[in-house]
Nanobody, 125 residues
Framework: QLQLVESGGGLVQAGGSLRLSCTASGRGFSDYSLAWFRQAPGKEREFVAAISWSGDSKYYADSVKGRFTISRDNDDNTVYLQMNSLKPEDTADYYC??????????????????WGQGTQVTVAS
């Protein structure tokens, strides 16, 4: 099993940057694909970015492509989400997730077995 803890959220002005981190405890971190999802108040949880176990494959939602970058450090059991050029519509709780099988279902919440508690990101206009 994995336990995931996110950090790095906060309040930022539009156009600013934040880097989210998600650190895992437990065994087998490097065997898991990882993802970031977000959920704004009153909305469903939506896919943001995903990365394969090796880091060779990365996927992004169209809304963040070119602005956000996902990366991982298997030595430190951590996945990152670098967020640049932030917009007010990026305001949400951000969650990291881990799952064994990625494939074509990387954008589906049911693909992932473990979830963190979330970190809040607020982008002021």
């Amino acid at each position: 099993q994995l336990q995931l803890v996110e950090s790095g959220g906060g309040l930022v002005q539009a156009g600013g940057s934040l880097r989210l981190s998600c650190t895992a405890s437990g065994r087998g971190f490097s065997d898991y694909s990882l993802a970031w999802f977000r959920q704004a108040p009153g909305k469903e949880r939506e896919f943001v970015a995903a990365i394969s176990w090796s880091g060779d494959s990365k996927y992004y939602a169209d809304s963040v492509k070119g602005r956000f970058t996902i990366s991982r450090d298997n030595d430190d059991n951590t996945v990152y989400l670098q967020m640049n050029s932030l917009k007010p519509e990026d305001t949400a709780d951000y969650y990291c997730a881990a799952g064994r099988a990625l494939g074509g279902s990387y954008y589906i919440t049911g693909t992932y077995d473990y979830w963190g508690q979330g970190t809040q990101v607020t982008v002021a206009s």
